[in-house]
């Protein structure tokens, strides 16, 4: 379906969210009047919230996520030179042990990549690097083919190959959250990592979970509408991350098939809807970088609970897949 998003729903969302002090994410978490706790810290250069049931302590719960936190950068950050990630980049060609988180978040990169025709590549980290958004600085070209991962071996084809989980890793960060807070009999939670979000249970109110998706125009800060969540949602966009020049916007996602940013077009942004973090994080990539054309087919095919965004003549338009149901 494809369909104009009203402005006076998006002006009322905003309003009620800057009145309740909520960030407007991508998504973000929409005002709430039933009784709820709220932690929140920082980390990935971006913030983090954590969204329970009144009554419940949430300050024991800061130091053994900032932990779990500080575990997956040292796992999958491309910025420090001293992850996991890194050291992978740094080895000659051939097969290498690597940890069981960074094998797990690896075969799940490479199985999108493989479902996708290669629109989500790990290895296209030196072409991010290229236009100014990543670390990257030195590696092969892209080629996630060769690239594999079988338990805790990891193979590299040739000298050079580089990793970049940056498109997945904060999806499997929220999963892991959220199996720490089930683990502590927390089942109905809410959990958020730079505007992905991850939802089980229900809310106080005995309903699901809702959450707001941010208008994608750069200068906006207000919600196009609403989603009842359960499981999680990613979004990919050029809003945040981006930069202007002569005119023309350059984003960091990276089109593996041309090496060039995407965002030329009227796509803006794309969010998935999918059981795991990991997955909608990961899709959500995939999706922005295959484009306005090829993405709707591509989630299509694959049964995606999907939404696209595009800006037209200043007006937003919203088209989903499958079951991704967007309230206005």
């Known amino acids: 379906m494809d369909h104009p998003v ?14 309740m002090g909520l ?4 998504p973000a978490v929409r005002a709430e009047p039933s009784p709820v706790v709220t932690l929140s810290d920082r980390a990935f250069a971006t913030g983090w919230r954590i969204v329970l049931p009144s009554g419940v302590a949430v300050a024991p719960l800061r130091a053994p996520v900032q932990a779990l936190l500080a575990e997956v950068d040292r796992q999958m ?20 042990g690597v940890g069981p988180e960074l094998a797990r978040v690896t075969q799940a990169a490479l199985s999108i990549s493989a479902a996708s025709g290669g629109a989500f590549d790990p290895t296209v980290g030196p072409e991010v690097a290229r236009w100014g958004f990543g670390p990257i600085a030195q590696g092969a070209a ?6 594999s991962c079988d338990g805790a071996r990891l193979d590299k084809a040739r000298d050079g190959l580089t990793l970049d989980l940056c498109g997945i890793a904060k999806g499997r960060a929220l999963d892991r959250i959220s199996d720490l807070l089930l683990a502590r ?14 939802a089980s249970g229900l809310h106080p109110a005995g309903r699901p979970w809702q959450v707001g998706v941010e208008d994608p125009r750069p200068g906006r800060a207000s919600l196009v509408g609403q989603v009842a969540l359960r499981g999680a949602i990613a979004t990919s966009g050029i809003k945040d991350n981006s930069y202007q020049l002569a005119g023309k916007r350059y984003s960091h996602i990276i089109d593996p098939a041309t ?3 995407v965002g030329a077009g009227t796509l803006a942004s ?19 970088a295959a484009g306005g054309v090829a993405g709707p087919q591509l989630a299509r095919a ?27």
């Open 270 to 288: 794309v969010s998935v809807r999918a059981g795991t973090g990991m997955e909608a994080d990961g899709w959500a990539t995939a999706l922005m």
């Open 142 to 147: 892209p080629d996630w083919q060769g690239v």
């Open 185 to 198: 009999g927390l089942g109905d939670h809410l959990v958020e990592i730079g505007g992905e979000l991850r």
């Open 6 to 19: 009203s402005p006076d729903r998006r002006l009322f969302l905003a309003r009620a969210s800057a009145a």
């Open 23 to 26: 960030a407007l994410a991508a």
């Open 77 to 96: 950050s491309p910025w420090r030179a001293d992850s996991e990630v890194c050291a992978v980049n740094r080895a000659p060609a051939g097969a290498m």
């Open 302 to 328: 694959h049964g995606l609970d999907s939404l696209f965004l595009r800006v037209q003549d200043g007006v937003v338009r919203a088209e989903t897949t499958g079951a991704f149901a967007l309230s206005l």
């Open 259 to 261: 090496g060039r940013p």
